[in-house]
């Protein structure tokens, strides 16, 4: 059975600070990878969709990588700012399926 | 704005009551989903829906009852729930393929009293 862990679970830097969030998964076979933010008490904003076939993708200060054969997916956040305080979740898809497993999330705060 | 719209954002019902909860997208998505997160769990997948045709119910209790009318609605009726049913309840769309990226709306807090 699949499982998803992010570690840590919190987490907080001195704002400007360049940062890694982690998330490990047990089986290789995945579809695809995306990452979330959640702001509290709030929904789900996509942040990155990494395909299987792909190694990484980056949308302004944030790179997302996936290394299926070691179990893994990083997302990068460059000059961190409080702004970027918030709830980060990593789900996949692990085959044909449309169901999204999801990790429980790094709380990461940013201070100024 | 994702492009998801959910409502109510918040409700608070009583045991006994009957309630729905509403999800729109008019992102011409195929695929709908809702899902729960529940304090201190990972969010669980409750339904999938494709085309308007149910294709996943994750051993959801029958007091969750699913409607998808068309491709752009899809609710989620409630009957005789638990306190323990509280939660945030979640809707996404998606391209109907395994490839494509969720969309997530705004979420309703639900309060079961």
């Known amino acids: 059975k699949q499982e998803v862990t992010q570690i840590p679970a919190a987490l907080s830097v001195p704002e400007g600070e360049n940062l890694v969030l982690n998330c490990s998964f047990t089986?290789?076979?995945?579809?695809?990878l995306q990452w979330f933010r959640q702001d509290p008490g709030k929904g789900l904003t996509s942040l990155l969709l990494i395909q299987s076939s792909q190694r990484e993708q980056t949308s302004g200060r944030l790179n997302a990588s996936l290394d299926k054969s070691s179990g893994r997916s990083t997302l990068y956040i460059a000059a961190s700012q409080p702004g970027d305080s918030a709830t980060y979740l990593c789900a996949l898809r692990e085959d044909s399926s449309y169901k999204l497993i999801f990790g429980s999330g790094t709380r990461l705060l940013v201070r100024p | 704005e994702t492009g998801v719209t959910q409502t109510p954002r918040h409700l608070v019902m009583g045991m006994t009551n009957k309630k729905s909860l509403k999800c729109e997208q008019h992102?011409?998505?195929?695929?709908m989903y809702w899902y729960k997160q529940s304090a201190k769990k990972p969010l669980e997948l409750m339904f999938v829906y494709n085309f308007k045709e149910q294709t996943e119910n994750n051993s959801v209790p029958s007091r969750f009852s699913p409607e998808c009318p068309n491709s752009s609605h899809l609710f989620l009726h409630l009957h005789t729930l638990q306190p323990e049913d509280s939660a945030l309840y979640l809707c996404?769309?998606?391209?109907?393929?395994?490839?494509?990226?969720?969309?997530f709306g705004q979420g309703t807090r639900l309060t079961v009293v």
């Open positions: 996404a769309s998606s391209r109907g393929t395994a490839v494509a990226e969720a969309f």
């Open positions: 089986d290789s076979a995945i579809y695809n």
């Open positions: 992102l011409g998505h195929n695929a």
